[in-house]
C-alpha cells in the first residue's frame, strides 16, 4: 500500500511590496536569516533580503500574511526555503505561502505642491519634541535638540557628524557630507544600526521630497555613493532599506510620519505612535535623518 505525500498547509499573502515582487520573480531558493516576534527574515540568493511579516505595514521588501502564522515561528535560520512567482514553500514544515492573489503595494506618488511650508516648522518642532520626550537616550536622539534648537535633557549630547551633515545640506553641498555618510554606515547595534536607520530617514526625506525642498543637482551621484558604500560597510538588509530610501521608498510608518511633517495631512499621535514602534530605535533615528533633511530648508 503506497502512502500519498502530505499535502502543503497554505498560508495566503495579502500585499507584495515591489522588490518582494520582483525577488519572487527571480529567485528559485532562500534561507531563514532570522526569526522575530514581528515575522521571519529570508535571504535569497539575489541581493534583496524579503520579510515574511505578521503585521500589517507594509515596505517594499514585504510580504504581508494572513490567517494562521503560528507553524512559522517554528521556523530556524539556515532553513531552506523553496521559491517561485506564486508560491512560497517551506519543505521542512510542509507549509506553503501563496503569493497569488496579493496586492503589489507601492508608495503614493505625492505632488509637492501639497506641501504646507507655512507650518512646517512648528509641526516639526513639536512632533519632534514629543518623540524626543518619549524616546530621549534612545539611539541618535541625543542630537534632536541641538538641531531644531530645544532643551536637551542632562547627560544628552548631539552627534557631530549629524550637526555636520546638516550645515552641508543647508549649503547645498551633498557631496561634501559623503565622508561623515559613511562614517555613521554601520554604526551601533541590531539588525539595522541607529547610523544605517538615519540614513535611511535622510534619503527618504531628500528623494521623495526632492522638489519641495530643493534639493540640488548633486542628489542622484550622492544616491550612487551613499548605496555603493552601503554595501561595503553595513548588513545587506540594511544596504537594501537604505537603496530603498534612494528610491523614495520604505516602510509606510516612515512615508507617512515624513509625509505629516511636510504637509501636516494627518494624526500627529497615531502617526508618531507607530514611527517610534519600527524598531527599538530604529523610528526615532530615522526621524533624526528626516529632520536633517528637511531644517535645513526652513532656515
Request: hydrophobic fraction near 40%.
Amino acid at each position: 500500500m503506497t502512502t500519498r505525500p502530505r499535502q502543503h498547509a497554505v498560508l495566503q499573502a495579502k500585499f507584495l511590496g515591489t522588490k518582494a515582487n520582483q525577488t519572487l520573480s527571480t529567485s528559485n531558493s532562500a534561507t531563514v536569516m532570522g526569526v522575530t516576534s514581528r515575522g521571519i527574515f529570508l535571504k535569497p540568493k539575489t541581493k534583496w533580503v524579503i520579510f515574511l511579516s505578521f503585521e500589517d505595514h507594509r515596505g517594499p521588501m514585504t510580504i504581508n500574511l494572513k490567517g494562521d502564522i503560528s507553524p512559522l515561528r517554528d521556523l530556524t535560520p539556515g532553513e531552506l526555503i523553496q521559491i517561485s512567482p506564486n508560491l512560497i514553500t517551506v519543505p521542512k514544515h510542509n507549509l506553503a505561502i501563496s503569493t497569488q492573489h496579493a496586492s503589489i503595494w507601492q508608495p503614493v506618488l505625492i505632488n509637492s505642491e501639497t506641501h504646507d511650508r507655512q507650518d512646517m516648522s512648528p509641526r516639526l518642532k513639536a512632533f519632534t519634541q514629543d518623540a524626543y520626550a518619549q524616546n530621549s537616550g534612545v539611539g541618535l536622539s541625543g542630537s534632536l535638540p541641538a538641531l531644531l534648537d530645544f532643551p536637551a535633557e542632562k547627560g544628552q549630547d548631539s552627534d557631530g557628524n549629524i550637526l555636520s551633515i546638516r550645515n552641508h545640506i543647508k549649503h547645498d553641498d551633498l557631496i561634501a557630507s559623503l565622508e561623515l555618510i559613511e562614517n555613521l554606515l554601520g554604526r551601533g547595534s541590531g539588525l539595522t544600526p541607529s547610523g544605517d536607520d538615519f540614513i535611511i530617514g535622510l534619503l527618504l526625506t531628500l528623494n521623495r521630497w526632492n522638489d519641495a525642498l530643493g534639493i540640488g543637482n548633486e542628489l542622484q551621484s550622492f544616491n550612487v555613493r551613499v548605496v555603493e558604500a552601503a554595501y561595503a560597510k553595513t548588513t545587506t538588509l540594511s544596504a537594501n532599506l537604505i537603496e530603498c530610501a534612494a528610491e523614495g521608498q520604505g516602510d509606510e510608518r516612515l512615508i507617512a510620519a515624513l509625509d505629516f511633517l511636510m504637509t501636516g495631512e494627518s494624526n500627529q499621535d497615531r502617526l508618531l505612535n507607530e514611527l517610534l514602534n519600527w524598531g527599538n530605535s530604529s523610528g526615532v533615528d530615522a526621524l533624526v535623518g528626516m529632520v536633517v533633511g528637511i531644517s535645513p530648508k526652513l532656515d
